[in-house]
Every structure is written in structure tokens, then in C-alpha cells.
T-cell receptor, first 117, second 117 residues
Framework: AQSVTQPDIHITVSEGASLELRCNYS??????LFWYVQSPGQGLQLLLK??????LVQGIKGFEAEFKRSQSSFNLRKPSVHWSDAAEYFC???????????????FGTGTLLAVQP | GAVVSQHPSWVICKSGTSVKIECRSL??????MFWYRQFPKQSLMLMAT?????????EQGVEKDKFLINHASLTLSTLTVTSAHPEDSSFYIC?????????????FGPGTRLTVT
């Protein structure tokens, strides 16, 4: 069955420290991969996505993610965290044949990031 | 970029009444929209896939007679919670697929907080 695992439910980092949020997926083939961020009471904002090509993708707000096929992982990183990065982060996967009308995203359970001053 | 709006952003209703939530794609035509439900501190649960001009496809366990979805135009989908009860209180988020993008990306609305008293 298709699934997405975010092993860390809650992470606390100090402002200015580096960050890595883990995401592992289980899928029959390489899917489309996404990271979204959700601030309290808000919808989801797309941080970055991977479809093909360079396995290191750059996103908004200084985030990047690396796709590792051998590990079925798509971890999110940021070299220096800002207090405004405190939010919930969701990893999601979508099927390669994304044009089908019934295709849908599968979300991980999310990682709540707290930033200490 | 693609923008999706939701209305209302929050609503309080009495038990037994019905509530309608609107989801609009503001600058693109969305042939497919998705409705999610999110419980506190949990991930998004896909409720249904809404295709313009056809019946919605509901996920297993979602009552289609309780959560009525209408996708009457390429820019508007509505979710009506019928005979709402306190257990229906939740955060409802819609997303719209942008067919202009090669990956058919989903863009999320800001969400609607429903409280049933």
C-alpha cells in the first residue's frame, strides 16, 4: 500500500541552527514528491516539489530537499532556521500518472517544528 | 501563482442545521478539486474528489449524504455539511488542481473552521 512516513512528530531547534525533517515513502514507482507548510489555522503552502531530474530541489523560504531513491526518502533541510519557520510541515506523494482525474496526494502525519530563541 | 479561496473562513452553527463551504480557484480553471478534513494536530484526511460536471468520488468511510459536494463550474466547488453535529466540528480544507502545470499541482485554500454547537 502507498504510504508516507514522517518519523518525527515534533522537533525543536534553536534559531539559526540547521534543520532536517525526514520523510520516507512507500510506493511502487518514483512518485511526485512534495513538501507543504501549514501555519496555525491556515491552509497549506507548497514549499517545493520533485518530479524528475536533479535530486536536490530548491524551494521557497530557503528550504531544500533531496530525493534519495535508494532510501525512498525526501528529507527537507534548511541551513539556518528563523523563528518564523515554526509551523507544521507535511510531506506528500502523488502518483506519476498525475493526469488521471482520480489521482490524489497522500500526506504524512506531519512534523511540528518549534523554534527556540 | 495559482490562488484558491475558501468562504467562510470560520463558521459556527447549531446542531441539526446545514452549512455550505465554498472553494474557488481565482485565476485558473480547476477541473478537479479535493476536499480534506483535518482534526487538531493531525494530518489531512481526503474526504472526496470533486470533478466538474460529474458526481464526486468519496473516500471510504465518508458519508456522501452528509457531506454533499457540488462542482458546478470550473472555478467553484461547494461542500455542504448536512444536519451538522458536534462531531462534524473540524477544519475543512479544499485544494484545486491546476491543469496548466505539467505535474497537475494542487493548490490549497486557507481552510474553514467549522464549530457545531
Amino acid at each position: 500500500a502507498q504510504s508516507v512516513t514522517q518519523p518525527d512528530i515534533h522537533i525543536t531547534v534553536s534559531e539559526g541552527a540547521s534543520l532536517e525533517l525526514r520523510c520516507n515513502y512507500s510506493y511502487g514507482a518514483t512518485p511526485y514528491l512534495f513538501w507543504y507548510v501549514q501555519s496555525p489555522g491556515q491552509g497549506l503552502q507548497l514549499l517545493l516539489k520533485y518530479f524528475s531530474g536533479d535530486t536536490l530541489v530548491q524551494g521557497i523560504k530557503g528550504f531544500e530537499a533531496e530525493f534519495k531513491r535508494s532510501q525512498s526518502s525526501f528529507n527537507l533541510r534548511k541551513p539556518s532556521v528563523h523563528w518564523s519557520d515554526a509551523a507544521e510541515y507535511f510531506c506528500a506523494v502523488g502518483p506519476m500518472n498525475y493526469g488521471g482525474a482520480t489521482n490524489k496526494l497522500i500526506f504524512g502525519t506531519g512534523t511540528l517544528l518549534a523554534v527556540q530563541p | 501563482g495559482a490562488v484558491v479561496s475558501q468562504h467562510p473562513s470560520w463558521v459556527i452553527c447549531k446542531s441539526g442545521t446545514s452549512v455550505k463551504i465554498e472553494c474557488r480557484s481565482l485565476d485558473f480553471q480547476a477541473t478537479t478539486m479535493f476536499w480534506y478534513r483535518q482534526f487538531p494536530k493531525q494530518s489531512l484526511m481526503l474526504m472526496a474528489t470533486s470533478n466538474e460536471g460529474s458526481k464526486a468520488t468519496y473516500e471510504q468511510g465518508v458519508e456522501k449524504d452528509k457531506f454533499l459536494i457540488n462542482h458546478a463550474s470550473l472555478t467553484l466547488s461547494t461542500l455542504t455539511v448536512t444536519s451538522a453535529h458536534p462531531e462534524d466540528s473540524s477544519f475543512y480544507i479544499c485544494s484545486a488542481r491546476d491543469p496548466r502545470t505539467p505535474s497537475y499541482e494542487q493548490y490549497f485554500g486557507p481552510g474553514t473552521r467549522l464549530t457545531v454547537t
